[in-house]
Structures are given as C-alpha cells and as structure tokens.
C-alpha cells in the first residue's frame, strides 16, 4: 500500500516561501508591520519540517544522501549569486574584482564560518546553516544522544532571543547584530530538533490534534501574533529594538502553525487552490527560496524612478509580483530539467 503524502506539510512550505518573500520584500499596506511580523514564521518552520522528515531519514539510512542534495543546492545557489553580482557589478559600470572583495570585506572571517553569513546574498545563510544542522543531527543520531539533544531546545530558543530581538537589552550594540542570532545554533538547531520531536512522534500526534485542539490552535494564532507585535513595541519604547528577527511571541506562533498543518492532515479536503499550493511547495519552494532575492534585485531596478501603474503596483504590493515571476521560473526550469531527462532516458 502507497504511504500517504503528507500534503497539507506541501502546502505549508508554499505559505511559508510567500513569508520569505515578504520579510524581504514588505508589502506597504495598513498594518504592514505587523504582517512582516507574522511572516517571521517562515524559517523556523521550514526548519521544523526537515527536523521532521528526520526519523524518517534515518530509519531509511538516506541521511549522506539528504546532506549531498542540500549540499549540491549551497553550491550551486552560491555560484548563482556569484554570477549575479558579476552582471550587477558590469551593470553599473563597477570593477568586478573590486565589487567582489568588497562583499568578503565587510564581515571577518569567523561571520561566514560560525554564523553562517554570506557575502553573496544575504538569505543564503539559511543553507549553510542547514548544512550545519544535518551534520550535528548525523553525528548525535549516531551517538545515541536525540534525547539530550531535545533537552537543548529551550536553552538554544533563549540563547536566540537574548542574541537577538533581546539584544540591546541583554549584550549590548556592539553584540546586536541579526547573524549572531539567525544562524545554525540559535535559529537552525532548536527548530530542527522541535521538528524532529514531533516528527517521532507522527501517529500520536494526528489522534491528540482533533477537531476541539485544531481550535485552540487556531486561537493561538491571534495570540501569539499580537504577543510578538507587543514585545517589539514595548522594546521600541524602552529604545531597546535588537534585530527584529525572532520574539518570544513569534516562537510559540511558529510551533502553533507547524501544529496546524499537522493536525490538518486529519481532516485535508483537495480542491484546485489546495491542489496548487501543494504543487509549489512539493516541488518549487526550495528554488523559490534560493532564487526569489534575485528576481526582487531585478523586479526593484527595472521598476526603479518609473511612475506608471505597473510600478506604482510594484512598490506596494512587489512581494506578489517578486513570488509570481519567481513561481513562472521556477517551474519553467523545473520542467525543462524534466523534458530533458526524458529525453535523455529515450536516447
């Protein structure tokens, strides 16, 4: 008997791509702050649900072949904003050699191998901490030490407040700065292992997420948005704001969708928009992820000291516009890559 894709997890990572776009890309509406707050969900659960998939992974001793896949997208995502910052750099008339050193210039060594920043791109540190995060989970797994690990959760989500949004409070400005809290030990590790708990745990989880929890979850979520929107606006008056990434508020609003999608499972009806949704998140998110900053750098200089209607369109409401071109690339190059590995298998 086929097993049962897990489609409201698809779904899911769709949602969560339209967050990314929109931490980057803010629509400039009423009440826009506190939507760009909301969309900090996106990566803590993108991290949650490869945590899990993990036992899975395991169980089916796939864990080298999960890390090479994550591996050859890094490098490829790498040489692809390589490329990019050649062309902006010939764009605008700059020295290729001097426009690359520049970016390697601006951050010390130890910024790029312990918190997992790049020169290249700013949102790439999410693979590389990825990366990391497959590493830690090989060797723990292979030592027998998950439990201990689960134990770490709530010393490493403190550690990503008190190094982040908490910052100005806690370490000081000159410790407050967004890659020492959005980086494979304080974002990427706790979110994993949070995943993987549940993950271990997928049958139990589907009977406790009934109609009457699917409700308190889903009165969690105002809740926990407006816990987040309050705890910037109280640092803001204490003239306190750290890095703005994660609050306390936006973690326990993170771990309640997670528990959502989870427990959607149990009552998910398709239909065309569903349908379409998951398509994307199956098979496009993690590309959309990888190449969305581009297509936003292209989108914002074509658009840029223009005032007709397209324009003015894309200054408010660009994250739709930067995730449809996104979406439209993606699934060309998707399925070229498919037509030519049927083509290949013909010959």
């Known amino acids: 008997m086929k097993k049962r894709r897990w489609t409201c997890i698809d779904i899911l990572k769709c949602l969560a791509a339209i967050a990314v776009i929109e931490t980057h890309k803010p629509l400039e509406i009423q009440g ?3 939507f760009l707050i909301l969309c900090r969900f996106a990566v803590p659960v993108f991290f949650m649900i490869t945590g899990f998939f993990y036992p899975e992974t395991v169980a ?3 864990e080298l072949k999960q890390f090479g896949k994550i591996f050859t997208i890094t490098i490829g995502a790498n040489l692809l904003y390589l490329l990019w910052e ?6 605008k008339r700059e020295n290729i050699k001097e426009a690359l050193l520049a970016r390697f210039e601006e951050r010390v060594p130890e910024d790029f191998i ?5 020169p290249l791109s700013p949102h790439l540190w999410y693979l590389q901490a990825l990366l990391y995060v497959l590493v830690i989970a090989f060797i723990v797994e292979h030592l027998g030490l998950r439990k201990l690990a689960y134990l770490a959760i709530p010393v490493l989500l403190a550690g990503s407040l008190i190094k982040g949004s908490y910052s100005l409070l806690f370490v000081g400005k000159e410790d407050c700065h967004i890659y020492y809290a959005r980086n494979f030990l304080y974002c990427g590790l706790p979110f994993f292992w949070l995943g993987c708990w549940f993950g271990s745990r997928k049958e139990a989880l589907l009977s406790f997420l009934d109609r009457k929890k699917m409700g308190f979850l889903l009165c969690g979520l105002p809740v926990f948005w407006n816990m987040a929107v309050m705890e910037q606006k109280w640092l803001e008056k204490r003239n306190a704001l750290g890095t703005q990434e994660e609050y306390a508020g936006t973690i326990f609003l993170a771990i309640c969708i997670f528990l959502l999608f989870i427990g959607w499972q149990n009552f998910y009806v398709e239909n065309s928009l569903t349908r379409a949704l998951a398509k ?3 098979d496009y998110s993690m590309l959309i992820y990888v190449l969305h900053y581009a297509v936003l750098q292209a989108l914002s200089r074509c658009f840029k000291g223009r005032r007709s209607l397209l324009a003015m369109g894309y200054q408010q409401y660009g994250m739709m516009f930067v995730f449809a071109v996104t979406v439209v690339m993606v699934a060309v190059y998707v399925n070229a890559r498919a037509c030519l590995k049927n083509h290949s298998r013909k010959l």
Do not use: M, Q, T
Request: charged residues 35%; proline residues 0%.
């Open 60 to 62: 089916k001793k796939r």
């Open 32 to 34: 826009g702050d506190e």
């Open 86 to 91: 050649i062309l902006l750099a010939v764009e």
């Open 280 to 282: 994307v998140g199956k």
């Open 114 to 118: 312990l918190w997992n920043f790049s």
